[in-house]
């Protein structure tokens, strides 16, 4: 490509997509140049383990598919590079979970969504950063380098999806899968000035062993824009899911995109259930979004997010059993310290005590719901501040305070994970000092369409995409 056109890097999914089909490209020369650019220096902390020959293997395959097969009878974004969490389990590659104790892991088979990926025609990179056992909502491991914002390489890239944001908005890979429990593919989006959606309860399979048991983990996908969001999703959903509720799947997600939006009922919830103070750009942020989806026709008003510790804390005593069972088969004295302090409080209370806590949670949400029953998108503030810096929010010392500073931090996030609704963090804000603020749609169970309609007239009325820089090449991290 000449001087003057983009980019392979620069390139979306669904541009590659479109290179491939016109001959202007291979997956082979696009897997090569974005491993180059890994390889070169990986200064965001993207990635835990480079499957390079693996990766440069099947883009040769992908080559020769794509020359003696018609187009049409392949998957929409067939060939094009991602990445995949590092909870994931992925047969053959080296697999961390962010955890030293699993530094050598390679597992011998994959988790499903590594299955569902793959039959995508999705080529894989590698796997991406997570903090130990995803139990944290920055990604600071101590297998790998630290996850960074492409915006400021000081600061955090957020969690538990860190390392995912982080390769996309640092134009690694145009597409990257993460999984939210808490918050944790939207977090890392607002961090890394990226689109991350949350998945409504059951759209996205996770296989007959890989949910959570509480309805709180979706696999989802984080992007550079809504269109290619939208096709990874089409991508994601290919298989119903195994013991779930399937909510209704439109025929594509990408279509939506472009399909008319009627006039909404647009809530702007301010304030956060955690309790924590908003920071005023960021509330600000959410303000715009508000203003702009009523300047093109929408009906939006405003209603105060009030605190609800009772959600609060019956969520914390939920994620809090989740990290104990997946963390049950391992020395406590070896784990993290948040990761041990969340271990040992999970033996603290009884079953009858988790069973009530689950009913508070769901008794909150429903609450929820019917507090904003009259709106069909909530719009909140992805988290409550910028990005952090790197090592503000973990406390080793103290991870009770640890634990106390992420709950606040997150604000809102938890309940689109407690009621199942889809949520999209999209980059719509910008602070004074540059730094990406996420901001927060939420529709309701099963409405991804709508969802990712409103979001596409953002994108047009608010576009981010020239913020997509080799920012980094400038920037040298600090110790951290």
């Known amino acids: 490509m000449g001087a003057s056109m983009p980019q392979l890097h620069d390139l979306t999914a669904l541009q590659l997509a479109t290179a491939y089909e016109r001959g202007d490209t291979t997956p082979t020369e696009v897997v090569d140049h974005l491993l180059a650019r890994i390889e070169d220096g990986d200064r965001v902390g993207a990635f835990t383990t480079v499957s390079a020959d693996r990766a440069r293997a099947a883009a040769a395959e992908a080559g020769r598919t794509l020359r003696s097969t018609d187009r049409t009878e392949l998957p929409r974004l067939f060939g ?52 130990e056992f995803g139990a944290a909502c920055y990604t600071e491991p101590e297998v790998s380098a630290p996850a960074r914002s492409p915006f400021d390489l000081t600061r955090s890239a957020a969690g538990s999806s860190g390392g995912a944001a982080a390769a996309v908005g640092a134009l690694l890979v145009p597409i990257a899968q993460g999984s939210d429990t808490a918050g944790s593919v939207r977090s890392p989006a607002s961090a890394c000035g990226v689109i991350g959606l949350k998945p409504s309860r059951g759209l996205v399979t996770a296989g007959p062993d890989g949910n959570d048991g509480m309805g709180l983990s979706v696999r989802g996908p984080l992007a550079r824009t809504v269109r290619d969001t939208a096709a990874f999703l089409d991508a994601l959903t290919t298989r119903t899911g195994v013991g779930t509720v399937h909510p209704p799947r439109v025929d594509s997600y990408e279509r939506a995109c ?23 750009e960021v509330a ?16 939006v008003f405003a209603r105060d997010q009030a605190p609800d510790p009772a959600f609060t804390e019956g969520f914390r005593v939920m994620f809090t059993a989740l990290v104990g069972a997946r963390t049950m088969a391992f020395d406590e004295a070896a784990l993290r310290p948040i ?21 508070v949670v769901q008794a909150r949400a429903r609450a929820w ?9 909530v719009i909140t503030p992805t988290v409550t501040t910028p990005p952090t810096l790197i090592g503000r929010l973990r406390n080793d010392a103290d991870p009770a305070a640890e634990l106390a500073a992420m709950t ?14 889809p949520t999209i963090s999209l980059p719509l804000g910008w602070s004074s000092q540059g730094l990406p603020l996420g901001v927060s749609l939420t529709a309701g169970w099963g409405r991804e369409d709508l969802l990712l309609g409103v979001s596409a007239a953002l994108e047009e009325a608010l576009p981010w995409a020239h913020r997509y820089v080799d920012r980094v090449e400038a920037q040298t991290p600090a110790a951290g």
């Open 80 to 131: 094009v590079p991602t990445a995949v969490k590092d909870l994931e389990a992925t047969a053959g590659v080296r697999t961390t979970l962010g955890s030293a104790l699993l530094r050598d892991w390679i597992p011998d088979h994959n988790d499903e969504i590594v299955d569902v990926m793959a039959d995508a025609g999705l080529i894989s990179l590698g796997k991406t950063t997570v903090p």
């Open 408 to 421: 606040a931090f997150t604000g809102n996030t938890v309940i689109g994970n407690a009621t199942g609704f």
């Open 369 to 377: 719901t019917l507090d904003y029953a009259d709106a069909d998108i």
């Open 339 to 359: 990761v041990r302090h969340l271990r040992a409080g999970s033996k603290k209370f009884t079953s009858g005590e988790l069973a009530a806590s689950i009913g």
């Open 284 to 299: 600000a942020a959410a303000e715009l979004t508000a203003r702009t989806l009523a300047g093109l026709g929408h009906a």
């Open 258 to 280: 472009d399909a008319p939006v009627p006039r909404l009922r647009v809530a702007l919830a301010q304030g956060s259930v955690s309790g924590a103070p908003v920071d005023a």
